[in-house]
């Protein structure tokens, strides 16, 4: 089935360490991002990337890397596990809202619930 | 930068009334999008409505609708005939359609459905 594929979907670490959330669409979406969301915050954007080999940084970027080698994976790392990075993380693609004609809404992933220790 | 605000953290309707969820945001443009999604418990994100500024006509989904009123910067949803799977939370989501496009959402709103 089309749509965003997240991987895990649960997650624990230990402070410090490391990991990689994966993120994959099969739509041909030229937009991806990564959002957080924690109770009474809503979705808080990390990073996004409007194309392949193009990203930038969100509402709340700090501790965390993307790369955009392609245009279907737009992985996010965190660096070194925090408990402050204990979340549900979304990822999210979409075409421009001027290419996409009608279908300018975002396709959301699963989400991944991670827990920091 | 654009902001979008739900003022009601949660909400609570009878099975088979009407229920409004409020909505506003912030903006200097003339042109862009906006969305409601659900989130119900198993988490996923569901686009439920959407509507472009330029559109004077307010959407409708089924028992869903939008209340649109541009000029108040304010896009309130509408479910009639509520229903016990429409519990969740429901989020308010501006998409600027210049620069990042990135949406921006509300803090969300908790809707109970009582039966």
């Known amino acids: 089935n089309a749509g965003v594929t997240q991987t895990p979907k649960f997650q624990v670490l230990k402070t410090g360490q490391s990991m990689t959330l994966q993120c994959a669409q099969d739509?041909?979406?030229?937009?991806m991002s990564w959002y957080r969301q924690d109770p009474g915050m809503g979705l808080r954007l990390i990073h996004y990337s409007v194309g392949a080999g193009i990203t930038d940084q969100g509402e709340v970027p700090n501790g965390y890397n993307v790369s955009r080698s392609t245009t279907e994976d737009f992985p996010l790392r965190l660096l070194s596990a925090a408990p402050s990075q204990t979340s549900v993380y979304f990822c999210?693609?979409?075409?421009?809202?001027?290419?996409?004609?009608?279908?300018?809404?975002?396709?959301f992933g699963s989400g991944t619930r991670l827990t920091v220790v | 930068a654009q902001t979008v605000t739900q003022s009601q953290p949660e909400m609570s309707v009878q099975e088979a009334e009407t229920v409004t969820l409020s909505c506003t945001y912030d903006?200097?443009?003339?042109?862009?999008?906006l969305f409601w999604y659900k989130q119900p418990p198993s988490r996923q994100m569901i686009l439920v409505i959407r509507q472009e500024a330029y559109k004077q006509q307010n959407a409708t989904e089924n028992r869903f609708s939008v209340n649109f009123q541009k000029a108040a910067k304010s896009f309130s949803l509408k479910i009639s005939d509520s229903q016990l799977g429409d519990a969740a939370m429901y989020f308010c989501?501006?998409?600027?359609?210049?620069?990042?496009?990135?949406?921006?959402f509300g803090k969300g709103t908790k809707l109970t459905v009582n039966p």
């Open positions: 999210a693609s979409s075409y421009f809202s001027g290419r996409g004609g009608s279908n300018y809404g975002y396709t």
């Open positions: 903006t200097s443009e003339s042109d862009y999008y």
């Open positions: 989501a501006y998409r600027s359609p210049t620069g990042s496009e990135k949406l921006v």
């Open positions: 739509m041909n979406h030229e937009y």
